[in-house]
């Protein structure tokens, strides 16, 4: 069984080192121009180009946060299930992934609400 595990280990190792690598992109060296093929793409982040800018350097801050939490998170998960049933190995791997990918959507509504909040902020501004 340990080959398995192994397995489960490395898929549910997927989402948080994207998350982290993707994140450092962001952070790094974000998209210069408003695209269509790559880059953190909603109708609110598109507007602008500061949008654009802000959007990404957000979500790179809370993907590499996110991604070193959900580090050791999956990996004490699954090392607790590493001699258990194939069955049991399965379902912990799953609700591990399943709850990655909740932090991945997540993520993307704090991205979108805090581009909201700046975008008000703007707007008032501009109007005084």
Same mark, same amino acid.
């Given at each position: 069984m340990t080959w398995f595990w192994w397995y489960l280990l490395c898929m549910d %190792? ?10 450092? *992109? ?21 507007? @602008? ?5 802000? #959007?990404? @350097?957000? *979500?790179?801050?809370?993907?590499v946060q996110a991604g070193k939490w959900l580090l ?20 912990? #791997?799953? =609700?591990? *992934? #399943?709850?990655?990918?909740? =932090? ?5 509504? %704090?991205?979108? %609400? #805090? ?14």
């Amino acid at each position: 069984m340990t080959w398995f595990w192994w397995y489960l280990l490395c898929m549910d %190792l997927l989402i948080p080192f994207t998350m982290i690598g993707f994140g450092i *992109c962001f952070l790094r060296r974000p998209p210069k121009q408003r695209n269509s093929w790559f880059g953190y793409r909603t109708a609110r982040s598109m507007k @602008s180009e500061e949008a654009w800018q802000f #959007a990404h @350097s957000y *979500c790179g801050k809370i993907w590499v946060q996110a991604g070193k939490w959900l580090l050791p998170g999956t990996g004490i998960a699954l090392w607790l299930v590493r001699s258990g049933q194939v069955d049991w190995m399965g379902l912990v #791997a799953g =609700v591990v *992934c #399943a709850v990655q990918l909740l =932090v991945l959507v997540g993520s993307l509504f %704090l991205v979108e %609400l #805090a581009l909201k909040k700046r975008e008000a902020v703007l707007d008032s501004k501009k109007r005084q």
